[in-house]
């Protein structure tokens, strides 16, 4: 291993155990048992009301599910750009993350309509409800991401001006850290948005 990838994994350990590490990871372990927790109330009305046929998602919500794994992707090379120094790509990247959370809030709100058109909404059933509600929730997720992403922008414009402010931004372990945290969160959202897909995917499908 070289000396190079020792600073990384000493990096990575250190980032590790940092307060803001652990309030995000216990924030993340929040999240995920709140959905786990509205998947079993959408299991427990299934069984409970069997007469109510299941609901088929929208192909649009399978769109989304590219629309955030892209996001993720471009996170990825931003972060890339950010240890290789490369000012143009890091906020290359930054705009297109940013671009497609906005486009995932406008396709989820598209897929909304499709199902409020097969009458499939509150009213409907039970299951309906808690389909709607944990798409709204993790949405919420997503757009609570979004300011992070539009303040690393910001900053990256308005202080990548010259070669010795660029450097200061690069060596800047705070800025290392919450970049890391926000890569972790987006991939968190990306992780659950999958898990939601299959799980009602395969909810249709044993009816």
């Known amino acids: 291993m070289s000396e190079e990838d020792l600073l990384h994994e000493d990096d990575y350990q250190s980032a590790a155990f940092h307060p803001k590490s652990i309030i995000l990871t216990l924030m993340l372990m929040g999240v995920g048992s709140l959905f786990v927790a509205l998947s079993g109330a959408y299991v427990y009305s299934r069984v409970q009301h069997p007469e109510i046929p ?3 998602l929208p192909p649009m919500f399978l769109f989304n599910t590219l629309i955030l794994l892209g996001s993720s ?66 949405l919420l997720h997503v757009v609570a991401g979004i300011p992070a992403l539009g303040y690393f922008y910001y900053v990256a414009r308005k202080r990548m001006v010259e070669p010795v402010s660029v450097l200061i931004y690069f060596s800047d372990p705070a800025k290392q850290l919450s970049l890391r ?15 939601l897909v299959i799980f009602f995917g395969i909810s249709y499908f044993i009816g």
């Open 54 to 56: 299941p609901i088929k």
């Open 73 to 138: 992707y471009t996170l990825i090379q931003a972060k890339k750009a950010y240890r290789a120094d490369d000012t143009a790509g890091y906020k290359l990247y930054l705009v297109y993350t940013l671009i497609l959370s906005a486009v995932f809030f406008i396709a989820q709100c598209i897929a909304w309509n499709l199902l409020f058109a097969q009458e499939i909404n509150f009213q409907h059933s039970n299951t309906a409800s808690y389909l709607i509600i944990i798409s709204i929730v993790h």
């Open 181 to 195: 945290l926000l890569t972790v969160y987006w991939h968190f959202l990306d992780a659950l948005w999958i898990y």
